[in-house]
């Protein structure tokens, strides 16, 4: 056992497998601690991994919890370095809120490296804001568990990981381990004994505004363009933030705001992609 004297007794899990690598195992491990499992997403056949399940189709476990009175849910994606949490309501929880449960509970402990978090520019600003009022650091890197890790190990940080549930805990492992995440965190869940929503749901996280728009990068450089995104800018202030960046595998612009109003983020955005838009109908490139 990682911790000794850990017990999950009297906890009802619904553990969603995502037909994938964790399908056995992390069922087992939760049952000889002591949770009353409830599985799903257990039958791997080849060809049905993360199919309407598991991490990237989290409804399926929050509605589980629902029905069944669980006390929380967790779903692994199918090579199960991912995880991520519901409540008792079957309210998702992503990986922001699971850096600052970890972080805030290792600090508690002394045990938190370098009084920070490495994540990626993706993750929510209320992640940041939270831990800054801890006097703990949020440093950022590109996107991609590669970076997180690669500055974890450059600066001796031992938390660290992205908003999609790819936490990396580095006293244990060198990469993201979904099933180590869930024994984090339901041992927490167990020690405090209130219910899920009280523990997982950390802070308040700002309205974060996606849109993606099939474009050519370039496009960014056009005056009308810079324009629009000066605007935003200052729109969102300084409690906003305004990320633009090229897909790395596709011929898309990505378009992340954040903010404190969720109807102005939201304008922040369309206004981008529409100039962006214009400008593509206009022959710019």
Same mark, same amino acid.
């Given at each position: 056992?990682?911790?000794?004297?850990?017990?999950?007794?009297?906890?009802?899990?619904?553990? /969603?497998?995502?037909?994938?690598?964790?399908?056995?195992?992390?069922?087992?491990?939760?049952?000889?601690?002591?949770?009353?499992?409830?599985?799903?997403?257990?039958?791997?056949?080849?060809?049905?991994?993360? *199919?309407?399940?598991?991490? &990237?189709?989290?409804?399926?476990?929050?509605?589980? #919890?629902? @029905?069944?009175? %669980?006390?929380?849910?967790? %779903?692994? /994606?199918? =090579?199960? =370095?991912? #995880?991520?949490?519901?409540? *008792?309501?079957? &309210?998702?929880? /992503?990986? =922001?809120?699971?850096?600052? +449960?970890?972080?805030?509970?290792?600090? !508690?402990?002394?045990?938190?490296?370098?009084?920070?978090?490495?994540?990626?520019?993706?993750?929510?600003?209320?992640? @940041?804001?939270?831990? !800054?009022?801890?006097?703990?650091?949020?440093?950022? &890197?590109?996107?991609? /568990?590669?970076?997180? $890790?690669?500055?974890?190990?450059?600066?001796?940080?031992?938390?660290?990981?992205?908003?999609?549930?790819?936490?990396?805990?580095?006293?244990?492992?060198? %990469?993201?381990?979904?099933? +180590?995440?869930?024994?984090?965190?339901?041992? $927490?869940?167990? &020690?405090?004994?209130?219910?899920?929503?009280?523990?997982?749901?950390?802070?308040?996280?700002?309205?974060?505004?996606?849109?993606? #728009?099939?474009?050519?990068?370039?496009?960014?450089?056009?005056?009308?363009?810079?324009?629009?995104? !000066?605007? !935003?800018?200052?729109?969102?202030?300084?409690?906003?933030? +305004? +990320?633009?960046?090229?897909?790395?595998? *596709?011929?898309?612009?990505?378009?992340?705001?954040?903010?404190?109003? @969720?109807?102005? $983020?939201? @304008?922040? #955005?369309?206004?981008?992609?529409?100039?962006?838009?214009?400008? %593509?109908?206009?022959?710019?490139?």
């Amino acid at each position: 056992m990682m911790w000794p004297g850990v017990n999950f007794k009297g906890l009802r899990i619904v553990v /969603d497998c995502a037909h994938g690598a964790a399908y056995k195992v992390a069922p087992r491990v939760l049952q000889e601690l002591g949770a009353e499992i409830i599985p799903l997403a257990v039958s791997p056949n080849g060809r049905n991994i993360n *199919e309407g399940c598991g991490a &990237t189709h989290p409804q399926l476990m929050g509605q589980t #919890v629902k @029905e069944t009175g %669980a006390h929380a849910g967790i %779903a692994f /994606d199918g =090579d199960a =370095d991912r #995880v991520v949490f519901a409540d *008792e309501t079957g &309210t998702v929880v /992503d990986g =922001d809120q699971i850096m600052a +449960l970890i972080a805030t509970t290792l600090q !508690a402990q002394g045990r938190l490296k370098g009084a920070a978090v490495v994540a990626t520019h993706m993750s929510n600003l209320g992640l @940041e804001t939270y831990l !800054a009022e801890r006097g703990l650091s949020l440093i950022r &890197t590109s996107i991609g /568990d590669r970076y997180v $890790t690669e500055r974890m190990r450059a600066d001796g940080y031992n938390v660290g990981g992205e908003q999609s549930g790819h936490i990396i805990l580095s006293d244990y492992a060198t %990469a993201g381990d979904g099933l +180590l995440t869930a024994l984090h965190v339901l041992e $927490t869940l167990a &020690t405090q004994q209130k219910p899920a929503s009280q523990v997982l749901q950390v802070f308040k996280p700002l309205p974060q505004i996606l849109r993606n #728009v099939r474009l050519c990068p370039s496009l960014l450089t056009h005056p009308e363009a810079e324009a629009v995104v !000066a605007q !935003a800018r200052t729109l969102l202030g300084t409690t906003g933030r +305004l +990320l633009i960046r090229p897909s790395g595998t *596709e011929q898309l612009l990505r378009i992340m705001a954040e903010g404190s109003d @969720e109807t102005t $983020t939201r @304008e922040v #955005v369309d206004a981008i992609a529409d100039a962006l838009l214009l400008c %593509a109908k206009q022959g710019v490139a």
